[in-house]
């Protein structure tokens, strides 16, 4: 027992460092007194009951809790993701209802689809397009599996599965609603940050960030190209601010290889 905790220790100094191993320890042992608590008992039921109502009904696979180690991830990126877990339907319904969005002009993109059930939930309503992004291929293929499952007629806009690191995706050009469900730790959510935020001033347009169970919020309260516009303790929603952008942005010369 104590040999297997030294060697998990050892590994995670190798890919996290002592500062990474030592927050990453403090975040689970925090999750693990969290689920321990009468409120964390009844989440897990209550995410156990979803699972299995949703996955009945549309005769997929979306349930579970599955820790990362559990898949062969081909991104230093595992290291600091967080464990695969679906967004129960009722919260996913309330996150969209505060959008602010004509939905046919926004393209959807889930951060960390995982096995999709968000993905599938977009697609119910009339985006211009939903995206997946998930770097597990195992999650991506049941993603890819459920999407054939999820009935047709329930389905209203174009769906697009990516498998890949989160820190590389190039986001489509046009309105964007950036969708996160705590998939990753400060160390990528802040590469995310960036990446988006480049995006926007590159091609400045309506860009809005939904993000649930928002623990890595700071990241984006620091993002100079982005204004919140609420956050509670299950979301946070911020919106990219036209007056951050310079009236003639020119490209960071590094993007021309200088
Ligand atoms: C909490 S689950 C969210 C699932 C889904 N978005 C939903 O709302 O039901 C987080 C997901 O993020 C994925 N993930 C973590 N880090 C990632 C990264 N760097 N790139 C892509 N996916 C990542 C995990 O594999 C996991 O499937």
Not at 65 to 71: E, G, R, T, V
Not at 96 to 113: A, I, K, Q
Not at 173 to 182: E, I, K, R, S, W
């Amino acid at each position: 027992m104590l040999g297997r905790f030294l060697t998990k220790l050892r590994n995670s100094y190798r890919r996290r460092g002592a500062v990474g191993t030592v927050r990453n320890t403090l975040r689970r042992a925090v999750q693990a007194l969290k689920e321990m608590t009468p409120a964390g008992r009844r989440f897990s039921r209550r995410r156990e009951e979803s699972d299995r109502d949703f996955d009945t009904r549309f005769g997929v696979d979306t349930g579970g809790l599955i820790q990362l180690n559990q898949f062969q991830i081909p991104s230093e990126a595992w290291a600091f993701g967080n464990p695969y877990g679906a967004i129960h339907p009722d919260d996913f319904a309330r996150l969209l209802g505060v959008l602010p969005v004509r939905h046919n002009e926004f393209t959807f993109v889930d951060y960390g689809s995982g096995k999709g059930r968000a993905v599938l939930l977009a697609s119910e309503r009339p985006f211009k397009k939903v995206v997946g992004v998930e770097f597990a291929p195992e999650l991506d293929r049941i993603a890819h599996h459920n999407l054939g499952k999820f009935p047709a007629e329930r389905r209203r806009c174009e769906v697009e599965l990516v498998c890949g690191d989160a820190l590389e995706y190039e986001l489509p050009d046009g309105p964007l609603v950036c969708y996160f469900y705590n998939p990753f730790g400060r160390e990528i959510m802040e590469g995310v940050v960036a990446r988006i935020e480049e995006s926007y001033r590159r091609n400045p347009r309506e860009i809005y960030v939904l993000y649930a169970n928002p623990l890595e919020s700071a990241a984006w309260d620091k993002a100079t190209s982005f204004r919140k516009l609420a956050h509670n303790g299950d979301y946070a929603l911020y919106r990219a601010d036209p007056a951050a952008v310079p009236q003639h942005y020119s490209e960071p010369l590094a993007a021309h290889g200088a």
